[in-house]
């Protein structure tokens, strides 16, 4: 496979408006190559996924998520450890012309609670029902919410108003949909990233595709990335630092992004992805 030198890639990427455009661009660009690795616990290897097959997770998500029929701008929110499931929602969710609410997956239920609040999300997306379950007993108002999807049942499914559903049962019952609303615009937001270590309660800072993208065809330049380079993924993607950095330039320079189990790990971790 040709490795595009930084001139190149970004020539290739200036005509390229929204984060959906980039990953739609990409996936076409290099299906077969490695995009994303993560460490499967119960096989005790690492796995790989190509841009393809990545590609068609997203669709997956698309189609549960446009079933939801959410109005334009949406914001949904997500709780999860960096993984491939993160990018598929996040991308799914810019897809639909929504915007992400990304989180922190260790911060403390009456902090989510908050923001889920403060944001207005329609949905929300967790790792656990054990997660939700401190969220939804938190006592804020969060029946702007109107479903909750968790990725691991680890616990009977909470007593609560919210329809609760397990996301390969999501992701099941949704199938093709007959009509996929317009994507988003550069003027519309690509993310609200509440900020972390100010004064007085979180701040939701709104990014727009154009915010993102002339970021990312910055950092190209800059930077220079290039296919054959392997990023290792640790800081939370609630980070905008992560988001820009660690995801979405990855993905302009077709690199594979391997996440790290966890900051203890990451010595054998930064061996283990690269040879």
Known sequence: MAIQNSSTLNDSISSLKTLPELFAWRSAQTP?????????????????????????RVAQF????????????????ILLPNS??????????????????????????????????????????VDSDQ??????HAGLDLTAIRQVVVTHNTLPVADTSIPVLQLDAWLASAGAQD?????PHESDLAALVYTSGTTGKP??????????????????????????????SFLPLSHTFERTDGYYLPVAAGACVA???????????????RF
Request: charged share 15%; net charge negative; aromatic share 6%.
């Open 32 to 56: 077969t190559a490695e995009a994303y690795r993560q460490f499967d616990e119960a096989s005790g290897q690492w796995v790989s996924t190509t841009w393809q097959a990545a590609s068609q």
């Open 62 to 77: 698309i189609n549960a998520l446009a079933r939801l029929n959410l109005e334009r701008g949406a914001r949904v929110a």
């Open 84 to 125: 491939l499931d993160a990018v598929c929602i996040d991308q799914a969710v810019l897809a639909l012309a929504h915007v992400p609410v990304p989180m922190h997956a260790l911060d403390n239920p009456a902090s989510i609670a908050y923001i889920l609040q403060d944001s207005g999300a329609s949905m929300l997306i």
């Open 131 to 136: 997660q939700w379950q401190g969220i939804a």
């Open 179 to 183: 009509q996929i609303p317009d994507g």
């Open 203 to 232: 701040k939701g800072v709104m990014l727009t595709h154009l915010n993102v993208m002339s970021n990312v065809k910055a950092a190209v330049q800059r930077v220079a990335p290039v296919s054959s380079d392997v990023f290792l």
């Open 259 to 273: 996440y790290s189990r966890s900051t203890k790990q990451l010595p054998q971790d930064l061996l283990a992805v």
